[in-house]
């Protein structure tokens, strides 16, 4: 499974992975709530102006990773000739880190959104508390507008675009000629995940592009609407697994072929045991 697909598509799942695991911090704030109010919200103003950037940062490279793949997948169906000498190994290499330095970079203003804001507390004993305000720079109009106009494109429109229209050459290459089983498969499996980032990210986009507002100044209305659109987002995390488990038999063999191993050297020697 050496590849450069495989390179691209082992970047996506470390940024899913990243992206989970930023999502599982929200859960533990909400069980650390049923043990401390105090905690969990001290805990909340901590680590959600990361959340908030390593979430941004997430769903940009996961986007341009997906975009990368279905030009990759559009070279390999529409120029099938060129394709060994453009789609090697180093240059996925080269362009995934190059995709994620670039998705990181420019997701900083993000952590600056937020700052740490101590207020008095009359019926506590330590007297203060904190919270989190929207900082100097993002309340400048000028500035938010215009960094969110172009991130929300950066990050979910021009992506977005740009997939529908190679996906749709790609179904239109393999109507039109006859390739082998497990090429034709390798593609529809491919068509599948960036159907599935489209499907799951369009309402994400649609409403960033709308209010431009970050979770936490946002009414109880437009935080419910969000949740299930940041919940599309997370299944689209896990669900590219099930995708390639699916449709591609190389990987189903791949992986048992781990897991018996794994499974294997677990076991004791029957030499060691007593």
Not at 67 to 93: D, G, L, N, Q
Not at 264 to 272: A, Q, V
Request: charge should be positive; hydrophobic fraction near 45%; aromatic fraction near 12%.
């Amino acid at each position: 499974m050496r590849s450069s697909t495989s390179i691209f598509l082992l970047s996506l799942t470390i940024i899913d992975t990243i992206r989970i695991c930023n999502d599982i911090m929200y859960f533990i704030d909400v069980l650390l709530n049923e043990i401390s109010f105090d905690m969990a919200e001290q805990t909340f103003v901590f680590f959600y102006p990361y959340a908030h950037y390593i979430f941004n940062s997430s769903m940009t490279c996961t986007a341009w990773l997906i975009v990368v793949i279905a030009i990759e997948r559009y070279i390999f169906v529409c120029h099938s000739s060129k394709a060994k000498t453009i789609c090697s190994i180093p240059r996925a290499i080269i362009l995934s880190t190059a995709i994620a330095l670039t998705s990181f970079g420019t997701s900083i203003p993000y952590i600056c959104r937020y700052q740490q804001n101590n207020i008095e507390i009359t019926n506590k004993s330590y007297g203060t508390n904190q919270t989190l305000v929207i900082s100097s720079l993002w309340k400048n109009k000028t500035f938010s507008t215009a960094f969110n106009s172009f991130h929300y494109a950066f990050r979910s429109l021009i992506p977005i675009i740009l997939l529908v229209v190679f996906s749709l050459l790609i179904v239109k290459r393999l109507r039109q000629c006859q390739f082998r089983k497990g090429k034709r498969r390798t593609a529809l499996s491919l068509l599948m995940v960036i159907l599935s980032f489209v499907i799951c990210a369009t309402p994400d986009t649609v409403l960033s592009a709308v209010l431009q507002t970050g979770y936490l100044e946002a009414s109880y209305l437009i935080r419910g609407i969000r949740e299930i659109a940041d919940f599309l987002l997370l299944l689209n995390a896990g669900f590219n697994f099930i995708i390639y488990s699916a449709f591609n038999a190389l990987f189903r063999k791949t992986l048992k072929e781990m897991a018996g191993r794994r499974s294997t050297s677990s076991k004791p020697l029957l030499g060691n045991t007593p």
